[in-house]
């Protein structure tokens, strides 16, 4: 990560250093994002949506844009707690921001699960003769072990790859032009991923939509910062903006280039990895693997960082006892790590796995990402619009947008992403319920 600037004010005891500059914030942002992030669901969304992939990113890129916005000011308000949940908890209640907490669960806790689905596929592309039950069962197992013995990416580790990715993501553009300047392509066919009338659904280009978002998750990490940032009531809004519009303006030109690449939609070697098929035919076999490499280990990374995240996660909730304390707070005393949680994580990651597609899995962990994100616009309109009064066109219009394309999004995802996401917020409201959640009372006293 970029060198941190040292503050001249002295630091109180227990505070944390304001070291970050707004340029920290946008790279730290790019590499939890991460720049190859459109490549693994390039061939779902382009199916999904029938080929306007560009398309799908840039409004996807719309909707992160208005919901960075309500972030931003959010961090302003709980500056030293950058989450859905406290958003939510704050401004409008603490049972909402419950709920809103178990739907970022499910979010954490699916991300291994499609990571292990694409590591499998991404794997069988070098071994094909490997059956998907046996690689799903290593990677969750990978997974589950590396958490277990602490194993953690360090930023500088995260910088290195993030940059190894780059120049990969540069190699693609090379060869994809060399590759495009000799196929004679028309205006009509330039076009044609943004918009094709023979093909274009407005309820399928809206499903693509609610897969493509996958390209911008982990945006709102910025705002977790909101402590060791300098002038964060400007930096931390600016920063979650850029990040957003960086990663979709580089995200759109790789799409772009693979849909003029490969436009036939309809048939991929395999729909889950197909940029990597992309890749093979405008750089050769060689691209092929170096591209298919890059990918599975970037995910394996995100894999496991991932099922850290949700073990902490699931390690706050038992905390806080809004899920069982006895199984869920409980540290080894060895290893200072959340056994309990790992596991519980890598059984998820291997049961669903197996039991689901990439695009399933995806879509329901967009399902729990957009109630995160629908929650946060509308505690950001609340507290600004209904609280403090403002009338400023600023203060309502960012939240109202965004609230409005985040449902639309949502509205789009599969019925049985909706009937699972659903059943797993009812299961959340009963269990609030039954443990007195929803009273107006201090979570760590129930």
Same mark, same amino acid.
């Given at each position: 990560?970029?060198?941190?600037?040292?503050?001249?004010?002295?630091?109180?005891?227990?505070?944390?250093?304001?070291?970050?500059?707004?340029?920290?914030?946008?790279?730290?942002?790019?590499?939890?994002?991460?720049?190859?992030?459109?490549?693994?669901?390039?061939?779902?969304?382009?199916?999904?949506?029938?080929?306007?992939?560009?398309?799908?990113?840039?409004?996807?890129?719309?909707?992160?844009?208005?919901?960075?916005?309500?972030?931003?000011?959010?961090?302003?308000?709980?500056?030293?707690?950058?989450?859905?949940?406290?958003?939510?908890?704050?401004?409008?209640?603490?049972?909402?921001?419950?709920?809103?907490?178990?739907?970022?669960?499910?979010?954490?806790?699916?991300?291994?699960?499609?990571?292990?689905?694409?590591?499998?596929?991404?794997?069988?592309?070098?071994?094909?003769?490997?059956?998907?039950?046996?690689?799903?069962?290593?990677?969750?197992?990978?997974?589950?072990?590396?958490?277990?013995?602490?194993?953690?990416?360090?930023?500088?580790?995260?910088?290195?790859?993030?940059?190894?990715?780059?120049?990969?993501?540069?190699?693609?553009?090379?060869?994809?032009?060399?590759?495009?300047?000799?196929?004679?392509?028309?205006?009509?066919?330039?076009?044609?991923?943004?918009?094709?009338?023979?093909?274009?659904?407005?309820?399928?280009?809206?499903?693509?939509?609610?897969?493509?978002?996958?390209?911008?998750?982990?945006?709102?990490?910025?705002?977790?910062?909101?402590?060791?940032?300098?002038?964060?009531?400007?930096? !931390?809004?600016?920063?979650? %903006? *850029?990040? =957003?519009?960086?990663?979709?303006?580089? $995200?759109? +030109?790789?799409?772009?280039? #693979? /849909?003029?690449?490969?436009?036939?939609?309809?048939?991929?070697?395999?729909?889950?990895?197909?940029?990597?098929?992309?890749?093979?035919?405008?750089?050769?076999?060689?691209?092929?693997?170096?591209?298919?490499?890059?990918?599975?280990?970037?995910?394996?990374?995100?894999?496991?960082?991932?099922?850290?995240?949700?073990?902490?996660?699931?390690?706050?909730?038992?905390?806080?006892?809004?899920?069982?304390?006895?199984?869920?707070?409980?540290?080894?005393?060895?290893?200072? !790590?959340?056994?309990?949680? %790992? *596991?519980? =994580?890598?059984?998820?990651?291997?049961? $669903?796995? +197996?039991?689901?597609?990439? #695009? /399933?899995?995806?879509?329901?962990?967009?399902?729990?990402?957009?109630?995160?994100?629908?929650?946060?616009?509308?505690?950001?309109?609340?507290?600004?619009?209904?609280?403090?009064?403002?009338?400023?066109?600023?203060?309502?219009?960012?939240?109202?947008?965004?609230?409005?394309?985040?449902?639309?999004?949502?509205?789009?995802?599969?019925?049985?992403?909706?009937?699972?996401?659903?059943?797993?917020?009812?299961?959340?409201?009963?269990?609030?319920?039954?443990?007195?959640?929803?009273?107006?009372?201090?979570?760590?006293?129930?």
């Amino acid at each position: 990560m970029a060198e941190l600037h040292a503050a001249s004010a002295p630091v109180a005891v227990g505070q944390l250093r304001r070291a970050l500059r707004l340029r920290d914030l946008i790279l730290y942002g790019i590499i939890i994002i991460q720049p190859t992030a459109p490549m693994p669901v390039f061939g779902v969304v382009s199916q999904t949506a029938r080929g306007h992939v560009v398309s799908a990113v840039l409004f996807a890129m719309v909707a992160m844009l208005f919901t960075a916005v309500s972030y931003g000011r959010m961090a302003r308000v709980v500056p030293s707690a950058g989450s859905a949940y406290a958003y939510v908890s704050h401004s409008l209640d603490r049972g909402l921001g419950y709920l809103t907490g178990w739907s970022v669960a499910l979010d954490y806790m699916l991300n291994p699960v499609v990571c292990t689905i694409w590591c499998s596929k991404a794997m069988q592309n070098f071994f094909p003769f490997l059956p998907f039950w046996l690689l799903a069962l290593c990677f969750a197992g990978l997974f589950t072990l590396l958490n277990l013995r602490g194993i953690e990416t360090s930023a500088r580790i995260n910088f290195v790859m993030a940059s190894g990715m780059g120049v990969v993501v540069l190699l693609f553009f090379i060869y994809a032009a060399l590759y495009l300047t000799h196929q004679h392509l028309t205006p009509v066919a330039l076009l044609r991923p943004f918009y094709d009338p023979a093909s274009f659904s407005a309820s399928r280009f809206g499903s693509g939509v609610a897969i493509a978002v996958l390209t911008y998750i982990g945006f709102d990490s910025v705002s977790t910062l909101g402590e060791e940032v300098e002038n964060p009531k400007r930096n !931390i809004m600016l920063a979650t %903006v *850029l990040v =957003c519009v960086i990663t979709g303006a580089l $995200a759109a +030109l790789q799409v772009y280039a #693979a /849909q003029l690449i490969w436009p036939d939609y309809v048939h991929y070697p395999d729909v889950d990895t197909a940029f990597v098929y992309v890749a093979r035919r405008a750089g050769g076999p060689w691209l092929f693997l170096l591209m298919n490499l890059t990918l599975l280990i970037a995910t394996i990374g995100s894999g496991f960082t991932a099922q850290l995240a949700a073990a902490r996660l699931l390690l706050g909730m038992g905390r806080d006892n809004a899920i069982p304390r006895r199984f869920f707070a409980k540290v080894d005393a060895g290893t200072r !790590i959340p056994r309990n949680n %790992v *596991l519980f =994580c890598g059984a998820i990651a291997l049961v $669903a796995g +197996l039991s689901m597609s990439y #695009a /399933q899995g995806v879509e329901l962990l967009n399902f729990g990402a957009f109630m995160a994100f629908m929650g946060v616009n509308a505690a950001a309109f609340w507290e600004y619009c209904i609280r403090r009064k403002e009338r400023n066109w600023k203060y309502w219009l960012p939240p109202v947008l965004g609230f409005a394309v985040c449902f639309y999004i949502w509205v789009h995802l599969s019925v049985p992403a909706k009937i699972a996401g659903g059943s797993w917020l009812l299961i959340g409201a009963l269990y609030g319920w039954h443990r007195g959640i929803f009273r107006r009372q201090r979570m760590e006293t129930i």
